[in-house]
């Protein structure tokens, strides 16, 4: 799962000096296959369950050769018709697949990390123009003050998001979150325009989704705009089984998701959609340049920060043409359903489950920390499956992310065999910890 130290020995093989001269295409692919294979994370395999990380579906792996091969520029129409095209395409479909309102747009990034600077640079520009200041023009140095509302348990990169859109990590309102780390309505202070308020759907550790029904109305009739990091959390809502654990989302004003996390589409490919996208183009066009004078407003340089990017609406809209919407409904069904099953077997097998099941995340504790931090890292060393290592209100906790739409029934029952033959030899014998990789971030 992890490579060997053989493999990760083995890198140093690269010739690191820069070559004077040209080498064969072929020459560089075989050192590549030759050194670099062997060094990868097994993470596309089905019994991968470290972080939150997508496969790769065999249509979205393809589409992504193709797109390569055509090497288009997705940042201009002129410069890529077809990109242009099946972007627009993938997002009505995600925007259709994830609920979210009609009238909302959006484009392809790197991440959730740029899908969320985008969608608030969109709720800064609007905040403030509502009260009469002009940021893009102004800068942040002048602007009156915005309250800034994200919970205890909001994802590291909203923060830092925040803070590279200025408004300053240390001045954001941190609101108490419950014991599945969702925000708590009664928590947020009363707010005065301009504010913004963070919401999380898919606690990274525990996958619970703030209650947004309750929050949105109330952040919304006192004029905040209210954003939504739903890296893998919003796909809930393509479950018809799960929709349940996601309602008022449609609410908010805008929404950041990865298509590299439970989409199963390759790196790296994040999503932000707008409710009103006039704010998002606000937020991202570019002064216009002579040269980009004749471009259409719609354009897709005009939603991204970025002019010039490679063609990811071609990787995404390829996935949901090769499944459609019930064969994303199942993908999204069978990692949930998988997930419950890790839990209830290790419930049973006399181990804690620290939080609620509802989606694709379990946290198990196998005893005390030390303990639980061996499991981990036999695990890991092990190699039958990967689960990484988090805590959870001050416990050592095993991580298992089911997100992969290789993982079968079969990889859960050989990663559980594994799992509890290892946690049940350090029972009898009570092993020492050892130190374990974490696994926070995703
Ligand atoms: C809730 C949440 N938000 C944001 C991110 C960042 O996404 P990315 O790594 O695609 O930038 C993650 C990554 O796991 C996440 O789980």
Redesign the pocket.
Known sequence: MFPPASSLEALGQFPAALPDGPSPPEAVLDLLDRYGSPATVASNDGRYFGF?VGSTLPAALAANWLAAAWNQNAGLTVLSPVAAHLERLAIRWIRELLGLPEGADGAFVT???IA?FVGLAAARHAVLDRVGYDVEGKGMSGSPPVTVVVGEEA?V?VVKALSMLGFGRDRVLRVPVDDQGRLRPEAIPPLKPPAIVCL?A?N?NTGAIDPMADIIPQAKEQDAWVHV?G??GLWAAAARSRRHLIPGVELADSWAT?G?KWLNVPYDS?VVLVRSPEFLTAAMSTDPAAYLATVARHEPGQFTPELSRRARGVEAWAAIASLGKSGVDAMIERCCQLAARFADRLRTSGYSILNDVTLNQVLVSFGDDPTTERVISAVQADGTCWCGGTRWHGRAAMRISVSSCATTEEDVDRSLAAILRIAGEGRAEGKPARATRRSG??
């Open positions: 939150v991440g959730t990390s969320n994802h990169t999380q898919g990274v990091d890296a893998f990865d590299h994040g971030l995703q």
